[in-house]
T-cell receptor, first 111, second 116 residues
Framework: AQRVTQPEKLLSVFKGAPVELKCNYS??????LFWYVQYSRQRLQLLLR??SRESIKGFTADLNKGETSFHLKKPFAQEEDSAMYYC?????????????FGSGTQLTVLP | GAVVSQHPSWVICKSGTSVKIECRSL??????MFWYRQFPKQSLMLMAT?????????EQGVEKDKFLINHASLTLSTLTVTSAHPEDSSFYIC????????????FGQGTRLTVV
């Protein structure tokens, strides 16, 4: 069975500082990994996925199969980045399968 | 974009009654929708996969007789919590994909259920 681990429940950084939200996964095959974000009083929405290899709102995430990690990074955090971030895994990849979520990390960017 | 709408956004009901939650895909058809449950300060836990025109697939530990799922059309799935009890109080969220190969999930805004 697949599993997603986000070790940090809470993370606070100052505006302009780098931020890294950790995510590790366990899955016997090659999964598809996602980061979803939930801003205050808004619904969950996709931030980025590993197959796109894109940067969204300054965030990037690289899939490291050796370490089974998919950490989310941003070099300069902004106050508007404050939100709940969920790492999620979809398996098998390439299909509209259900997501397995990590427990989430609440990011607070301080002024 | 793709919009998924849930109704109601919140509901309070008495113990023993049943509550129906609707999940609609507003601008696309969804043969599959997913229902999640989220406890306070916890992650989303998949409850069941709703399949249009066929029976839902429930995750282990989810009582199918308590959480009735109906996916009668390509744009509507409903979750009925039967004989609700206070321990059923939770945040219920649905999601849908635009197509079988589209791996991006679009989420409803969620329904806060409080059973008193």
């Amino acid at each position: 069975a697949q599993r997603v681990t986000q070790p940090e429940k809470l993370l606070s950084v100052f505006k302009g500082a780098p931020v890294e939200l950790k995510c590790n996964y366990s899955y016997s095959g090659s999964p598809e990994l996602f980061w979803y974000v939930q801003y205050s009083r808004q619904r969950l929405q996709l931030l980025l996925r590993h197959i796109s290899r894109e940067s969204i709102k300054g965030f990037t995430a690289d899939l490291n199969k050796g370490e089974t990690s998919f950490h989310l990074k941003k070099p300069f955090a902004q106050e508007e980045d404050s939100a709940m971030y969920y790492c999620a895994l979809s398996a098998p990849p390439g299909s509209a399968r259900q997501l397995t979520f990590g427990s989430g990390t609440q990011l607070t960017v301080l002024p | 974009g793709a919009v998924v709408s849930q109704h109601p956004s919140w509901v309070i009901c008495k113990s023993g009654t049943s509550v129906k939650i609707e999940c609609r895909s507003l601008d696309f058809q969804a043969t599959t929708m997913f229902w999640y449950r989220q406890f306070p300060k916890q992650s989303l836990m998949l409850m069941a996969t709703s399949n249009e025109g066929s029976k839902a697939t429930y995750e282990q530990g989810v009582e199918k007789d308590k959480f009735l799922i109906n996916h009668a059309s390509l744009t509507l799935s409903t979750l009925t919590v039967t004989s609700a009890h206070p321990e059923d109080s939770s945040f219920y969220i649905c999601s849908a994909h635009r197509g079988r190969a589209d791996t991006e999930a679009f989420f409803g805004q969620g329904t806060r259920l409080t059973v008193v």
